[in-house]
């Protein structure tokens, strides 16, 4: 590994000096040496209800607050709007090739692009410390333990700092200690911004040592050109402030707390919504209650066990340790100028984990487009939940690496989503079983959202979400989960996709309109962009799926009556959603349209490749045609940052290309991340941070050809590495090794008896492995060990 000759003589002052030095070693560590400037700087604690961006200041620390609960409105809100008969006159419209019309029709009679809503921020608490001629300062987030800290010197004594977000107590814990023989004297108050001029919350302290933040969720809001509204009504919500001294004294004003000569101060915020509970202020005063009974280490203790027991069942380690002298801004910079860093593609990695761990924790809700960090009342892009592939991004590692646990949150929401999509279904399509469009929030409100046909005019979202049920089955083998949840789930999906479909005059196939591509549009004939047409690929490679996973499904469960003969007989008839051009690339529409944009960041029709699996090497002409796409796209600007490039890095994966996925993952190192490795959309979006941890899995393990594939695209920088915990289709735990960029030791446990075919660089071998065996096999596929 080669490094800038101004790097090496840094790290020979580091070894004689000691300058430099991180103040933790440990390889999860991200750490700076000077303040968060701004929210983007700041560093994300979380417990998957409640979350927090840490600034890290030691004059003026800010602490964003956030709970996943914050919206506006209720249940209540969107019905129907459209018709079946508004259905047919639009397809009509599209035989006649009236596209256009088509176009403003569908936003016309069916969107309810008027309405808007947007997670919303806690607030903030604020801590103005007493302090003066400060050195030394640290700060760090080790996403091991999931804790924020920050720490500084005052005339040779130590002032820290110290957040984390505790899911088994559900508090926000800050702890600030000193060493000063004085202590230090410092206050707080905790407030959330007004929405659009009006007030949102009330402050008050009513005992000596707590504040409360009264308020509920409104949203100012109207449709362009229209009067602005307020919304009146959202969840209600509390949020409790309490405090303990130890070596000090406190005060408590109209809405802060004063401290004095502090030694040690714990600081604890609960908040409980009217989504979660009924009573919630009730439910704080439980949360404090306990709290009572349990001292900081006791908290402390508690958090960590459980969150390093999902956190710890995967390690990666690709090498490059030494630069963890430099800080995280540090090393940022020298990838912009070209230096490798192998252990920050790790640290990334592992980031992702923390963040789905810290944002969707059994009990809670989803991560949304932000997680669950958001420190607007109107966030980018509403922070909710996005159906045309951002939400599924989210959950992309949520298999592979060893975390279906953080699934639970993303079925309890769908299982509320499918149940208004078949109301939705019936009453504006006229047809069986569930449908969701293309964006959702709180409320998992299934209608079409758009302002323009080629955003929102999708009805495949809850074809693409539904997946999520069919791969979690696969990676945990819960046939219980099947029967009560996944497979009620796809056969809902398929029901509405047996009454969507229409027989093509053309050719007598089964067909899908109207349709659109995601956000993207084409040329009509007449020269100008449309969105809306029929026989799209990405449309029909998802109807595909559905229908496959759902006879699988059923398959797996003995059923077998008049409907999963009815979609058999339709998958057989079905359009087909993968076509080569004359150009030799995937056809995104079912004719050679010209693109208005021909980079776009969207590759729809290579779903099949990724996260589907219908584009294998099995045809070699599809995984050909697959590659000239993306090219395509790349060639002409496409692929930007954030979730778009993390996509680029799980197509070159399922490619088997490893030098493509590690330019795409410098590309998304240099380009793709703040100081905090948050992802930049740009603005912030987490999906992308998910994205690459997944693309990072799928280059070290494969496991949907119904085989395993080992190290299928290990670039050769990775030289010597390792990576402990992956899980592959079948509940099957894998460790891999490599040296020299070969597999070295391969190891393999199962909880139930199988037999498991492995595939590695044009070896195959078929294994036997028993419940109470763990194998290691070498790189030729032999066991040489078992236990």
Same mark, same amino acid.
């Given at each position: 590994?080669?490094?800038?000759?101004?790097?090496?003589?840094?790290?020979?002052?580091?070894?004689?000096?000691?300058?430099?030095?991180?103040?933790?070693?440990?390889?999860?560590?991200?750490?700076?040496?000077?303040?968060?400037?701004?929210?983007?700087?700041?560093?994300?604690?979380?417990?998957?209800?409640?979350?927090?961006?840490?600034?890290?200041?030691?004059?003026?620390?800010?602490?964003?607050?956030?709970?996943?609960?914050?919206?506006?409105?209720?249940?209540?809100?969107?019905?129907?709007?459209?018709?079946?008969?508004?259905?047919?006159?639009?397809?009509?419209?599209?035989?006649?090739?009236?596209?256009?019309?088509?176009?403003?029709?569908?936003?016309?009679?069916?969107?309810?692009?008027?309405?808007?809503?947007?997670?919303?921020?806690?607030?903030?608490?604020?801590?103005?410390?007493?302090?003066?001629?400060?050195?030394?300062?640290?700060?760090?987030?080790?996403?091991?333990?999931?804790?924020?800290?920050?720490?500084?010197?005052?005339?040779?004594?130590?002032?820290?700092?110290?957040?984390?977000?505790?899911?088994?107590?559900?508090?926000?814990?800050?702890?600030?200690?000193?060493?000063?023989?004085?202590?230090?004297?410092?206050?707080?108050?905790?407030?959330?911004? !007004?929405?659009? $001029? %009006?007030?949102?919350?009330?402050? &008050?302290?009513? =005992?000596?040592?707590? #504040?409360?933040?009264? @308020?509920?969720?409104?949203?100012?809001?109207?449709?362009?050109?229209?009067?602005?509204?307020?919304?009146?009504?959202?969840?209600?919500?509390?949020?409790?402030?309490?405090?303990?001294?130890?070596?000090?004294?406190?005060?408590?004003?109209?809405?802060?707390?004063?401290?004095?000569?502090?030694?040690?101060?714990?600081?604890?915020?609960?908040?409980?919504?009217?989504?979660?509970?009924?009573?919630?202020?009730?439910?704080?005063?439980?949360?404090?209650?306990?709290?009572?009974?349990?001292?900081?280490?006791?908290?402390?203790?508690?958090?960590?066990?459980?969150?390093?027991?999902?956190?710890?069942?995967?390690?990666? !380690?690709?090498? $490059? %340790?030494?630069?963890?002298?430099? &800080?995280?801004? =540090?090393?940022?910079? #020298?990838?912009?100028? @070209?230096?490798?860093?192998?252990?920050?593609?790790?640290?990334?990695?592992?980031?992702?984990?923390?963040?789905?761990?810290?944002?969707?924790?059994?009990?809670?809700?989803?991560?949304?487009?932000?997680?669950?960090?958001?420190?607007?009342?109107?966030?980018?892009?509403?922070?909710?939940?996005?159906?045309?592939?951002?939400?599924?991004?989210?959950?992309?590692?949520?298999?592979?690496?060893?975390?279906?646990?953080?699934?639970?949150?993303?079925?309890?929401?769908?299982?509320?989503?499918?149940?208004?999509?078949?109301?939705?279904?019936?009453?504006?399509?006229?047809?069986?079983?569930?449908?969701?469009?293309?964006?959702?929030?709180?409320?998992?409100?299934?209608?079409?959202?758009?302002?323009?046909?080629?955003?929102?005019?999708?009805?495949? @979202?809850?074809?693409?979400?539904?997946?999520?049920?069919?791969?979690?089955?696969?990676?945990?083998?819960?046939?219980?989960?099947?029967?009560?949840?996944?497979?009620?789930?796809?056969?809902?999906?398929?029901?509405?996709?047996?009454?969507?479909?229409?027989?093509?005059?053309?050719?007598?196939?089964?067909?899908?309109?109207?349709?659109?591509?995601?956000?993207?549009?084409?040329?009509?004939?007449?020269?100008?962009?449309?969105?809306?047409?029929?026989?799209?690929?990405?449309?029909?490679?998802?109807?595909?799926?559905?229908?496959?996973?759902?006879?699988?499904?059923?398959?797996?469960?003995?059923?077998?009556?008049?409907?999963?003969?009815?979609?058999?007989?339709?998958?057989?008839?079905?359009?087909?959603?993968?076509?080569?051009?004359?150009? @030799?690339?995937?056809?995104?529409?079912?004719?050679?349209?010209?693109?208005?944009?021909?980079?776009?960041?969207?590759?729809?029709?290579?779903?099949?490749?990724?996260?589907?699996?219908?584009?294998?090497?099995?045809?070699?002409?599809?995984?050909?045609?697959?590659?000239?796409?993306?090219?395509?796209?790349?060639?002409?600007?496409?692929?930007?940052?954030?979730?778009?490039?993390?996509?680029?890095?799980?197509?070159?994966?399922?490619?088997?290309?490893?030098?493509?996925?590690?330019?795409?993952?410098?590309?998304?190192?240099?380009?793709?991340?703040?100081?905090?490795?948050?992802?930049?959309?740009?603005?912030?979006?987490?999906?992308?941070?998910?994205?690459?941890?997944?693309?990072?899995?799928?280059?070290?393990?494969?496991?949907?050809?119904?085989?395993?594939?080992?190290?299928?695209?290990?670039?050769?920088?990775?030289?010597?590495?390792?990576?402990?915990?992956?899980?592959?289709?079948?509940?099957?735990?894998?460790?891999?090794?490599?040296?020299?960029?070969?597999?070295?030791?391969?190891?393999?446990?199962?909880?139930?008896?199988?037999?498991?075919?492995?595939?590695?660089?044009?070896?195959?071998?078929?294994?036997?492995?028993?419940?109470?065996?763990?194998?290691?096999?070498?790189?030729?596929?032999?066991?040489?060990?078992?236990?």
């Amino acid at each position: 590994m080669k490094y800038p000759i101004f790097l090496v003589l840094y790290f020979v002052l580091n070894f004689f000096t000691g300058f430099g030095q991180q103040p933790n070693s440990k390889k999860d560590l991200l750490w700076y040496e000077s303040p968060a400037e701004n929210w983007d700087n700041a560093l994300p604690v979380g417990n998957g209800r409640l979350g927090a961006m840490v600034f890290g200041d030691p004059v003026n620390e800010r602490i964003q607050l956030n709970e996943d609960s914050m919206w506006p409105g209720g249940p209540e809100w969107g019905n129907s709007k459209g018709t079946p008969k508004d259905l047919a006159q639009i397809r009509e419209l599209i035989r006649e090739g009236r596209v256009h019309l088509a176009d403003s029709l569908i936003v016309e009679k069916f969107s309810y692009k008027g309405v808007t809503r947007s997670h919303q921020t806690m607030g903030d608490l604020f801590i103005n410390y007493k302090n003066n001629d400060i050195s030394d300062y640290r700060r760090s987030l080790d996403i091991s333990t999931g804790i924020a800290r920050s720490s500084w010197k005052i005339n040779g004594h130590t002032v820290s700092q110290e957040v984390f977000a505790s899911a088994p107590d559900e508090v926000l814990v800050v702890k600030i200690a000193t060493d000063l023989p004085q202590g230090i004297d410092f206050s707080l108050k905790i407030s959330r911004p !007004d929405d659009h $001029g %009006h007030p949102t919350v009330s402050v &008050s302290s009513s =005992q000596n040592n707590l #504040l409360k933040m009264n @308020g509920m969720v409104t949203q100012f809001g109207g449709a362009k050109g229209s009067k602005p509204f307020i919304i009146d009504h959202g969840v209600k919500f509390e949020t409790i402030l309490k405090a303990k001294v130890e070596q000090g004294s406190m005060e408590a004003g109209k809405d802060s707390l004063s401290f004095q000569n502090v030694h040690e101060a714990v600081i604890y915020i609960v908040c409980n919504t009217s989504f979660y509970h009924k009573d919630f202020a009730a439910q704080n005063q439980k949360t404090l209650q306990s709290l009572e009974n349990k001292n900081y280490t006791e908290i402390l203790s508690r958090h960590l066990k459980e969150y390093q027991k999902y956190f710890n069942r995967v390690s990666l !380690d690709l090498g $490059g %340790h030494e630069l963890d002298t430099l &800080s995280t801004k =540090q090393r940022l910079k #020298l990838v912009k100028e @070209g230096t490798q860093d192998p252990d920050l593609t790790a640290k990334l990695f592992q980031y992702g984990r923390y963040l789905l761990i810290s944002s969707s924790r059994p009990g809670t809700n989803p991560a949304n487009l932000q997680g669950i960090w958001n420190e607007h009342i109107e966030a980018p892009w509403n922070a909710d939940y996005h159906l045309n592939i951002n939400l599924q991004m989210n959950y992309w590692p949520a298999g592979p690496t060893n975390l279906s646990e953080m699934h639970e949150p993303l079925f309890d929401f769908l299982d509320r989503l499918t149940v208004r999509g078949k109301k939705l279904a019936q009453e504006q399509y006229g047809m069986n079983g569930a449908v969701a469009h293309q964006a959702t929030d709180l409320w998992a409100a299934p209608w079409m959202r758009a302002e323009k046909p080629y955003w929102g005019s999708w009805i495949h @979202g809850g074809g693409w979400i539904v997946r999520q049920y069919w791969d979690h089955f696969q990676f945990t083998q819960d046939t219980v989960f099947l029967r009560e949840r996944a497979y009620p789930a796809l056969k809902a999906y398929a029901e509405f996709y047996a009454d969507w479909l229409t027989e093509d005059e053309r050719d007598s196939t089964l067909i899908s309109y109207p349709e659109t591509s995601p956000e993207n549009s084409y040329i009509a004939p007449d020269g100008k962009s449309a969105a809306v047409s029929r026989g799209n690929a990405m449309g029909h490679q998802i109807i595909a799926e559905v229908f496959q996973n759902t006879l699988s499904a059923a398959s797996i469960l003995g059923i077998s009556n008049d409907f999963t003969q009815e979609i058999s007989q339709k998958l057989k008839r079905l359009h087909p959603g993968i076509k080569i051009a004359s150009d @030799g690339r995937i056809m995104e529409w079912d004719r050679e349209y010209k693109e208005p944009e021909k980079g776009h960041r969207h590759i729809s029709h290579l779903y099949a490749l990724y996260p589907g699996n219908a584009i294998s090497m099995e045809n070699p002409e599809l995984f050909e045609a697959a590659r000239k796409t993306i090219e395509y796209r790349l060639d002409h600007g496409g692929a930007g940052p954030g979730w778009s490039r993390a996509w680029i890095i799980n197509f070159y994966a399922r490619l088997q290309d490893p030098e493509a996925c590690y330019k795409h993952i410098q590309i998304f190192k240099e380009h793709s991340i703040y100081p905090n490795l948050l992802d930049i959309h740009p603005p912030f979006q987490i999906d992308g941070n998910f994205g690459f941890t997944a693309g990072l899995a799928e280059m070290l393990l494969q496991s949907h050809e119904g085989f395993l594939r080992i190290l299928p695209a290990l670039p050769k920088e990775w030289t010597n590495g390792e990576i402990n915990g992956l899980k592959a289709r079948g509940n099957i735990r894998v460790d891999i090794s490599w040296k020299n960029a070969e597999l070295d030791l391969l190891t393999l446990a199962s909880e139930t008896d199988k037999k498991i075919n492995l595939k590695y660089r044009g070896l195959e071998r078929e294994i036997e492995l028993k419940s109470d065996q763990v194998l290691h096999l070498n790189k030729d596929l032999n066991v040489v060990n078992q236990e």
